[in-house]
């Protein structure tokens, strides 16, 4: 029980230290499938937005054995598709984001 509390509590440091280093330090090579020839959107709003969905999901980690603890195996499920869904939204705000500069 108490290895599973410490695995979420480091993963969930380790995916707010990356969206440091996305958010505020502009390492945009750290986003999964970023292309710097391919995306000429504003960089700034991508590593915002990026930076701020690490700080959700390592803060939404941290508190998922809390959850389990309380609330059992549906907090587990709530937690999995939180995560999903807003993985899609990101990717689309993503694409908006992009075609912004592209348009004007």
Do not use: R
Request: hydrophobic fraction near 55%; charged fraction near 15%.
């Amino acid at each position: 029980m108490i290895v599973g509390f410490i695995t979420c509590i480091v993963l969930a440091a380790i995916i707010s230290f990356m969206g440091y280093q996305i958010h505020i330090k502009k390492k945009l090579w750290l986003i999964a499938g970023y292309q710097e020839e391919s995306f000429t959107g504003d960089k700034d709003k991508l590593a915002k937005l990026f930076g701020i969905f690490s700080y959700i999901v390592g803060i939404a980690t941290f508190l998922l054995p809390f959850g389990l603890e309380y609330w059992g195996f549906i907090s587990n499920i709530i937690y999995a598709v939180c995560i999903c869904v807003g993985s899609v939204v990101i990717l689309v705000w993503k694409q908006i984001i992009n075609k912004q500069i592209k348009e004007s």
